[in-house]
Nanobody, 115 residues
Framework: QVHLVESGGALAQPGGSLRLSCAAS????????MKWFRQVPGKAREMVAT???????NYTDAVRGRFTVSRNNVRNTLFLQMNDLKPEDTAVYYC?????????WGRGTQVTVSQ
């Protein structure tokens, strides 16, 4: 069974940094693209960053240049380095993958950016 577990969310000040992690199990991790999404109450979940199995990355415009997605295929872990955080980055962050014909989500980790 595939499990995705996010961690690293916290309260940060504007301009600060956080590093999110997503530990994957039950999956041949290195074969699959991985994604970070985020969601605020009352709004649709939005894609933040993606990384393919080959390490090709893509970002939504709102975070490009500030966030960096990476992966460790030995430890089956996905990362999101978030720098120069802004209040509008406040959200629950989820990792995601599509494998075996299904979509899998973690439970999310809360990031709050505030003075």
């Amino acid at each position: 069974q595939v499990h995705l577990v996010e961690s690293g969310g916290a309260l940060a000040q504007p301009g600060g940094s956080l590093r999110l992690s997503c530990a994957a199990s039950g999956i041949n991790y290195r074969l699959y693209a991985m994604k970070w999404f985020r969601q605020v109450p009352g709004k649709a979940r939005e894609m933040v960053a993606t990384i393919t199995s080959d390490g090709i990355t893509n970002y939504t415009d709102a975070v490009r240049g500030r966030f960096t997605v990476s992966r460790n295929n030995v430890r089956n872990t996905l990362f999101l380095q978030m720098n120069d955080l802004k209040p509008e980055d406040t959200a629950v962050y989820y990792c995601n993958t599509n494998a075996y014909g299904r979509t899998f989500w973690g439970r999310g980790t809360q990031v709050t950016v505030s003075q």
